[in-house]
């Protein structure tokens, strides 16, 4: 509890502080989610519902009561004590009885009903995982689109370098304006990009912000710290799926209440005992009667008990169909996180050559052309085209880099890693 109050004021300085713009890493965000998202609550109060309706499974039955005539003759005049000390005829009789608790059922009954809530709680894991794989997902793309603003940034100072230097040179007559015009346009293309860029960065917020439980259009920032993990040495078989996935988990419990009821099944099968006493007044000078009985019902007849054992074999097919789900999930998750990291591995890899070899390389011919340009040796068009493929594959190298991300967030999602 103290750990819950102490995550919710730090959710609350965090939404505080937010408005004014406040940088916050993932790790705050996951947090603000775990501890402020309506499924949260939803769960918890489902949680607390299950668990309150757990502690009446040991109740008794409830008592029953009866009261009237008995063997009362239609007429009263013999209802009165007659001559030679004749009694009358008839009672007033008051009852009741009591079917007693069989210790047996009601601790099969306790242990089913307090297993309820697990499922819920794993449900609940489960649902927090995809939130924040939601949030994990936001949060990646918003990165990769700061880091386009700052390549559109930066092409907008090499573009105005272009225009005008070939402003300078048309009036000289030194150079040619049809690389100029295109200079422009692509200067305006570039202007535009950055509208979509600065729009799709809005949608980002606006999904963390919900994700949070915050207002939509309350303002912040994220930090562009980001960390691409190795999951080059990860084993993804059914074990790693079936310890860390709360929906596999929820299977688990799923399965164990199925055996759990069917033991409340087999234990209502057992002879329930009852008491019943009854107490007569008896007319016209009776003495008064009473009549104590046990009550026993067999519910192991042959006509009796055709439910429950239908029951206890339905619940045995139901978990054994439950355990194969539980199986095919585990396959499949298996097979999607080799294929996921295989793709990822694959793209790391094109990452390195962008790195390494493809774009220090435009760079350089970049900075020759514009060496070349200054001291005119190359032409406008030579320039512009040396630095639209440097923008390009700059713009692909970070649209890879997404694709990176994405694919972890895919894979974090998969084993659950929070």
Do not use: C
Not at 201 to 214: A, C, H, P, V, Y
Request: hydrophobic share 40%; proline share 2%.
């Amino acid at each position: 509890m103290l750990k819950n109050k102490l995550l919710l004021v730090l959710s609350s300085l965090i939404v505080a502080g937010s408005a004014s713009g406040q940088v916050l890493k993932l790790n705050a965000i996951i947090d603000s989610i775990v501890v402020l998202h309506p499924v949260v609550k939803m769960y918890d109060n489902e949680i607390r519902s299950m668990d309150e309706a757990a502690k009446g499974a040991k109740s008794w039955m409830p008592p029953e009561f009866t009261t009237g005539l008995w063997m009362v003759p239609y007429n009263p005049a013999l209802w009165k004590k007659g001559n030679m000390a004749q009694t009358g005829m008839g009672q007033y009789m008051i009852g009741g009885q009591q079917m007693l608790p069989d210790k047996k059922k009601q601790n099969a009954d306790a242990a089913y009903m307090n297993a309820m809530s697990s499922v819920e709680k794993e449900k609940k894991n489960a649902s927090l995982n995809e939130l924040v794989n939601a949030a994990k997902g936001y949060y990646y793309d918003w990165i990769i689109l700061k880091k386009k603003l700052l390549v559109l940034q930066e092409n907008q100072k090499i573009l105005d370098f272009m225009i005008r230097n070939a402003e300078i040179r048309y009036k000289n007559g030194l150079g040619k304006i049809g690389a100029y015009y295109k200079a422009k346009a692509e200067l305006g293309k570039l202007q535009n990009m950055q509208l979509m860029i600065e729009n799709d960065i809005k949608e980002k917020r606006i999904g963390i912000n919900t994700l949070m439980n915050k207002n939509a259009m309350d303002n912040f920032d994220i930090d562009t710290v980001y960390q691409v993990n190795d999951y080059s040495t990860l084993v993804f078989d059914s074990l790693l799926f079936y310890n860390n996935r709360s929906d596999l988990k929820a299977i688990d419990k799923d399965i164990s209440l199925t055996y759990l009821k069917q033991e409340t099944e087999r234990q209502s099968l057992n002879p329930q005992f009852g008491i019943r006493y009854e107490h007569m007044f008896g007319f016209g000078g009776s003495p008064m009667q009473y009549s104590l009985m046990g009550m026993l019902k067999l519910p192991l007849a042959k006509w009796s008990s055709k439910m429950n054992k239908a029951n206890i074999e339905s619940l045995k097919w139901k978990a054994n169909a439950l355990q194969s789900q539980k199986e095919m999930m585990a396959s499949e998750y298996s097979g999607m996180a080799y294929s996921m990291r295989n793709e990822m591995a694959l793209k790391q890899k094109q990452l390195k050559l962008f790195e390494d070899n493809i774009i220090p390389a435009l760079r350089n011919n970049y900075k020759t052309m514009q060496l070349g340009f200054e001291q005119n040796t190359e032409e406008l068009f030579m320039l512009y085209d040396s630095w639209e493929s440097l923008n390009m594959t700059q713009i692909e190298w970070l649209d890879l880099l997404g694709q990176v991300l994405k694919l972890q967030v895919s894979i974090d999602r998969l084993i659950e890693k929070k």
